[in-house]
């Protein structure tokens, strides 16, 4: 069995996507340079499990590109809770909005643009939940900022911890995105105030539990 044929078969038998975010997807792959970078729907559908399971009230993405995780969180949380997302690319924002504008829940997003490191010390929230997807160079930086304002007991997810594999090419002088991944790996590993797992899940993703 391969690869392919594995994930065709577990996408045949998770949750559905759904019609806005299928039609999101092939836009993006249509129109987009770089698609791939978008969760996806196995990843979208996991985040949106979490978000059934934790019911967080505050939520904290950085880097929304499409929208397309922002759109899988918002579905799993409740009418009163809120996921603010920071994306630096204002050329996204016709395209972002093209579905948030559709979608049922998109009264729950919060959506700014800039840079993550101006937006973050502005945003006045304890957040129960943050997902860390957006310049692999700036993972460290991103996680010292927000890990003051992740509640106790909060879930931090942390996207493309295996670089595609490149994590494991790490002595041969790393490209910058490749050394950013290293840092965060290694300064995860070191943090006691945390308990943490990398999940072999699409380009690795990393949980992190505050204690
Ligand atoms: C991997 S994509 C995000 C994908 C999205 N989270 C998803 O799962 O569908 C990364 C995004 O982060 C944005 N980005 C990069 N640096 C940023 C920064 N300093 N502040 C905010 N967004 C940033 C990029 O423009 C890009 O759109």
């Given amino acids: 069995m391969t690869t392919d ?11 559905e996507e759904g019609d806005l975010l299928s039609a999101l997807c092939r836009d993006a792959n249509v129109t987009l340079l770089r698609p791939r970078m978008q969760s ?16 967080p009230k ?24 809120l996921i603010h997302t920071i994306e630096i690319n204002d050329e996204m924002e016709d395209f972002i909005m093209k579905y948030l504008s559709r979608s049922p829940d998109k ?11 101006e ?9 129960d939940m943050a997902f860390i997807d957006a310049d692999k160079r700036l993972y460290s930086t991103y996680y010292d900022l927000i890990f003051p304002k992740v509640r106790a007991g909060g879930l931090i997810l942390v996207d493309n911890t295996l670089w595609d594999g490149k994590v494991l090419d790490a002595p041969r002088c790393p ?16 943090d006691r105030r945390i308990e943490k797992v990398i999940l072999p899940l699409r380009d690795g993703l990393t949980m992190i539990w505050k204690k």
Wanted: with cysteine; net charge negative; glycine share 8%.
């Fill in 5 to 15: 044929a594995v994930d065709r078969y577990i996408l045949s038998h998770i949750d």
């Fill in 40 to 55: 996806g729907h196995l990843q979208g559908r996991i985040l949106k499990l979490f978000c059934r399971m934790l019911r």
């Fill in 58 to 81: 505050r939520i904290l993405e950085i880097g929304t590109y499409t929208g397309y995780a922002t759109l899988c969180m918002a579905e799993g949380i409740e009418d009163d809770a």
């Fill in 107 to 117: 009264e729950k997003i919060r959506l700014h643009f800039g840079d993550a490191l």
């Fill in 119 to 127: 937006i973050i010390p502005a945003l006045d929230e304890s957040f």
């Fill in 175 to 190: 490209d910058k995105q490749t050394a950013g991944i290293l840092e965060f790996n290694e300064k995860i590993k070191q």
